[in-house]
């Protein structure tokens, strides 16, 4: 089978064939080029307009870089023409293969921004024999597309957080779909602001903000006013990750001010290397943090009444209503405010202030992937990590909607990967 053969079957362009194949050295390396014509009696169509038109002349011959074939670059040839457009005037043609002046196939394009979400950019470039650059705008390429293609008339749930992205507490705003069907990253804000969260509704429009069913956020209180001021129809929940994490740090608090205090006193310091011993949920324990654990909890410290008082309220977090989860988180609160620890009674005081929210968790948690939030971003920060950071916003925003957007991409005669 000869090579045209192959490519008239994955890669058939209307109104032009392919011509002769051959080989060339061109930088050290051995490539293949494929000559491409026009088909007899073709009208060339105009860049512009779209309009099939007389032609006017031919320009020198462009080269155009196509997938790699068993590892060996392969370019096409091609002669582009001009139009003589009615409508738009002197202008080139448009060829199926490629857009604009862009001297990468959209389908290498594509292949490349396929890969991108496997590698890291610079990884795919080594391995393809291609430039970062080439790489970074077909990704671009492959998000604007699927931006302006994706449908967001589904969406009924979402998710607000936010991700450090820079030394100085410069933070992104992240929303996420959390619908149990559809989970993806939405939309990328720069800071972390009311401004920046209002901009997402005006975005994302009074329509589709009226349908919303079902609001994820932490407690963090321009979220909520915002939240609450655009779409107050919407079910408001309390992240779980988040409220916990008060806990970790109000602990965390207790242990280090407990520390001091027993080496202070000359005693024996029991708390040293104690710290994740108290921060991880016990099934996560390795075998000697268990031991530790063990040990910690046969001493009547502040540190080890403020990890019981931790544990116990996991508790809350088993109920399946939410009428006597209520019940519990009352009684728990009480419980606290009586246990002398300032710290924890902080806690307390903070889910009192946001009782309905959190009971709201549990009119929600079979209809919403409640999980899902932190989970993308954990992958957000990996995104980041890969390319050892990024600099630049509008750089990271497209790497976070191309690897999280699960952003929708155009059918095509062959995939190749």
């Known amino acids: 089978m000869q090579l045209k053969s192959i490519l008239n079957f994955v890669q058939p362009h209307q109104g032009f064939v392919y011509g002769d194949v051959r080989w060339r050295n061109q930088d050290k390396r051995t490539v293949l080029e494929i000559e491409i014509r026009p088909r007899k009696n073709s009208k060339p169509v105009c860049s512009k307009c779209g309009m099939p038109s007389p032609g006017y002349d031919t320009l020198p011959v462009r080269r155009f870089e196509f997938v790699p074939l068993w590892g060996i ?56 024999q291609t430039s970062w650059d080439n790489v970074f705008r077909s990704v671009k390429m492959a998000v604007a597309w699927g931006l302006a293609n994706r449908n967001l008339d589904n969406v009924t749930a979402i998710g607000i957080d936010e991700i450090a992205w820079k030394k100085g507490h410069k933070y992104l705003t992240l929303v996420y779909q959390i619908d149990v069907g559809c989970k993806r990253l939405l939309w990328v804000g720069k800071e972390r602001t009311q401004k920046t969260l209002r901009q997402f509704f005006k975005e994302f429009g009074p329509k589709r903000t009226g349908r919303l069913e079902f609001i994820c956020s932490d407690m963090w209180q321009p979220y909520l006013k915002i939240v609450a001021d655009v779409a107050g129809t919407a079910l408001h929940i309390i992240d779980r990750f988040h409220v916990m994490t008060h806990f970790g740090k109000a602990i965390d608090k207790i242990r280090a001010t ?85 710290p924890m009674k902080k806690v307390a005081k903070m889910l009192r202030t946001h009782r309905q929210l959190l009971l709201n968790w549990f009119r929600a948690k079979e209809k919403v992937a409640l999980g899902a939030v932190e989970g993308f971003n954990n992958k957000a920060k990996v995104t980041s990590r890969k390319a050892y950071g990024f600099r630049n916003f509008e750089v990271l925003k497209i790497a976070l909607y191309h690897t999280l957007g699960n952003l929708p991409e155009p059918e095509g005669t062959h995939k190749f990967c």
């Not at 292949?111 to 795919?124: C, Q, Y």
Request: net charge positive; hydrophobic share 45%.
């Open 258 to 342: 407990e520390a001091k205090e027993l080496k202070a006193k000359g005693q024996q310091p029991v708390l040293t290397g104690s710290r994740w011993c108290l921060l991880k949920r016990p099934e996560h324990l390795t075998d000697k943090q268990t031991v530790k654990l063990k040990e910690l909890l046969a001493i009547n410290l502040k540190t080890v009444r403020a990890y019981i008082l931790k544990e116990d309220f996991q508790h809350f977090w088993r109920y399946k209503s939410a009428g006597w989860a209520g019940k519990f988180l009352d009684d728990w609160c009480r419980r606290t405010m009586r246990s002398r620890l300032v």
């Open 73 to 128: 670059a392969v370019f096409f040839l091609y002669a582009m023409r001009r139009v003589n457009c009615a409508t738009c005037g002197v202008k080139v043609e448009r060829v199926p293969w490629a857009a604009g002046k862009n001297h990468l196939t959209t389908t290498y394009a594509w292949f490349l921004a396929r890969w991108a979400r496997r590698l890291s950019w610079k990884e795919v470039g080594i391995v393809f």
